[in-house]
């Protein structure tokens, strides 16, 4: 998985994804109707439906902890003028330019200078920047190129404001972490939730309580103050969510009736109905052991796959599978 994901994410609403996956069949893996359902579940469960357009099922319960794009900021360079820059970036960012922005650089082969660049345009994302700073200042970024394209984005705000600004790849977050701690870079995009038990596990011992979240209030407000103690301060989180999602195609959806995950469990639950993810996706509280715990989810099979990569996306459109963890953010998931 990304090096900022663990299996603990969902996305609300429905997100479409065209003109990257074909379809491998129309209804059911073998292109017969699918079967009817009953909307109080049974033993029927719900056989996949191939289609070439996915969406992302609700999470209606709240099963997942809010990974929201957050800007993580060393104390002792934090200043209103940096802060307010980093907060005029999250407050233009929401899930779905940030699928965009990731479409711009994964699928159309953009850089992510380039993707960001034409993003802050189109945004007027420094027009309400009106600061003046000086200096030089480091933005640290994870090795995957969302992060990437952020902390480019993170450049441009705080060049407005006057820094000369160096944007370098460092790598994981046990790498980047203590860099930022100690002052060696200065900025580096972060998610909320992940980032809160990361240092949560750090400050309290590896077998802490987590402290995040499907509150955002809540999630933030505990990174805030495991922040405090070692010296790092956060801004704004912004409503762009990378995190774990699940999808169906869109005619799986139109079939059996079903936009949330509540109607899955209540629709689907049942032998015919196969999961799809990661190998480690039964025993995970935030893939099918949360499903099953907070939705009443029963799926009569599981398909051991990747973490909401290709594998998982070409199972959900052929029909080999009825749902399927994503990413919510994918660039897969662009229109």
Do not use: W
Not at 53 to 68: A, F, K, M, P, Y
Not at 290 to 302: H, I, K, M, R
Request: glycine content about 10%; some cysteine; charged content about 20%.
């Amino acid at each position: 998985m990304r090096a900022h994901a663990r299996l603990a994410a969902g996305a609300a609403g429905l997100l479409a994804l065209t003109g990257f996956l074909t379809a491998c069949g129309e209804a059911g893996s073998s292109g017969a109707e699918a079967p009817e359902t009953s909307t109080e579940g049974g033993a029927a469960g719900c056989v996949p439906v191939a289609g070439d357009q996915l969406v992302v099922l609700e999470d209606d319960q709240l099963l997942q902890n809010t990974d929201n794009v957050i800007p993580a900021i060393n104390a002792e360079a934090a200043n209103p003028d940096l802060v307010a820059a980093l907060d005029a970036v999250s407050d233009s960012l929401d899930t779905a330019a940030l699928i965009d922005l990731n479409k711009a650089v994964d699928i159309d082969r953009k850089t992510p200078v380039v993707a960001a660049e034409e993003y802050a345009e189109a945004n007027d994302l420094t027009a309400t920047i009106t600061a003046t700073q000086s200096g030089p200042l480091t933005v640290g970024a994870a090795n995957f190129s969302e992060n990437q394209t952020l902390a480019e984005l993170y450049k441009i705000a705080l060049t407005a404001v006057g820094y000369d600004v160096t944007v370098q790849q460092i790598g994981n977050r046990e790498l980047y972490e203590p860099a930022l701690e100690k002052g060696e870079v200065q900025v580096v995009p972060e998610y909320a939730a992940t980032m809160a038990d990361f240092l949560n596990g750090k400050v309290n011992g590896a077998d802490a309580e987590a402290v995040s979240s499907s509150d955002l209030g809540e999630t933030v407000g505990a990174l805030q103050q495991l922040g405090d103690q070692v010296g790092i301060v956060f801004g704004a989180p912004s409503q762009a969510q990378d995190q774990n999602a699940f999808a169906v195609t869109q005619e799986f959806a139109d079939t059996y009736g079903v936009s949330t995950l509540t109607e899955l469990a209540e629709k689907c639950s049942g032998e015919g109905t196969v999961l799809g993810g990661p190998p480690e996706c039964p025993e995970r509280p935030k893939c099918q052991a949360g499903l099953e715990d907070v939705y009443g989810f029963e799926a009569g099979s599981f398909s051991s796959l990747d973490a909401g990569g290709p594998q998982t996306k070409s199972a959900l459109t052929s029909g080999a599978i009825s749902v399927g963890l994503v990413f919510s953010s994918d660039a897969a998931l662009g229109g």
